[in-house]
């Protein structure tokens, strides 16, 4: 039931690369709409995440992590990240507590001197050092940057989490719900299906393949009222890496479709056929024509 002091407002989540912010914005909406790896650099455009209370609606922006660029898409990654902070109504600046403080922090932190808004320090991964070790983390940052709050969680196992919405929740402006109950995204299907395709192939090719794939979804069908058709290209840079996607007998292609289309069938709630290609595209992340294709908009790099 909607109260007459309803809250909303739009919460953006920045960080260096692989600190969590993704599985944190998974566990929140308690469903798979952002990718997750153990590489950095997974995700590439603002994922929005839609999480409705009876007191208050929260819409999370999980944006690329903060990073030097190396090219162009690294370029347009960085300027998504920084143009965000200012059009939110709360920033929460995540860090991980394994990792420490380092340099790409305090770039960060530089950038968040211009920010007129909340911002919260999430101190992520706690449960992965020792609990005397968080006081020191906490009193560093303190001494770095006035913090609204600092609170340390764990967004694997949900430490912590419930209490961060609540402090979220008092900072929000009150307004109206921007989007309905059941909607946890502002994203189509069709780009949360190439990018539960592309987590896939970076989980599975590990070490060998770096983030220079992506993924357009080629068609979707719907054949009878529960059977979808889907169609995938996977793009990539170099014939090398092609070969590694296909693997011996298409053996690592068969394996990414299988898994992809699982994680694919519990969101559309639907049998999934799922074809998938493999193409080469050279150098596709520092071409302006490429990069308009997989639908960067040009307006943003």
């Known amino acids: 039931m909607q109260t007459n002091h309803y809250k909303s407002g739009f919460i953006s989540i ?11 914005l998974n566990y ?25 209370r009876d007191d208050a609606q929260f819409v999370f922006i999980d944006t690329p992590g903060i990073h030097k660029p190396k ?11 920084v143009d965000t902070l200012n059009e939110v109504d ?40 020792k609990q005397e070790d968080v006081l020191p983390l906490i009193e560093l940052y303190k001494e770095k940057y006035h913090f609204k709050e600092i609170v340390p969680i764990s967004a ?20 109206p719900k921007y989007y309905p109950d059941e909607q946890i995204t502002d994203h189509p299907e069709r780009f949360i299906i190439s990018e539960l395709i592309r987590e896939k192939a970076l989980h599975l090719t590990r070490e060998e393949i770096p983030h220079s794939i992506a993924v357009v979804i080629d068609t979707i069908e719907k054949r009878s009222s529960n059977t979808v058709y889907i169609q995938a290209t996977i793009i990539t840079e170099r014939k090398s890496q092609k070969g590694i996607i296909i693997g011996k007998q298409g053996k690592m292609l068969k394996e990414i479709g299988m898994r992809a289309r699982q994680d694919i069938e519990k969101l559309l709630g639907s049998k999934v056929f799922l074809e998938l290609w493999v193409k080469v595209k050279e150098d596709w992340r520092n071409k302006l024509y490429h990069l308009e294709q997989l639908g960067f908009n040009k307006e943003e790099y």
């Not at 920045?14 to 944190?24: A, E, Y």
């Not at 090219?71 to 990240?81: C, E, P």
């Open 14 to 24: 920045i960080g260096r690369p692989n600190v969590g912010k993704s599985t944190f």
């Open 28 to 52: 929140v909406i308690g469903q798979k709409i952002a990718i997750m790896s153990d590489k950095p650099q997974t995700t590439r455009n603002k994922i929005q995440g839609v999480l409705t």
């Open 71 to 81: 090219h162009r898409l690294g370029d347009f990654m960085v300027k998504i990240a």
């Open 90 to 129: 709360l920033v929460l600046f995540m860090i991980n507590a394994e990792e420490g403080y380092g340099k790409g922090d305090q770039y960060i932190m530089d950038l968040l001197q211009s920010v007129n808004k909340p911002v919260f320090l999430i101190i992520n991964k706690v449960d992965l050092i």
């Open 156 to 175: 694997g196992e949900g430490h912590n989490v419930p209490q961060l919405l609540d402090l979220i929740a008092n900072e929000l402006p009150e307004g």
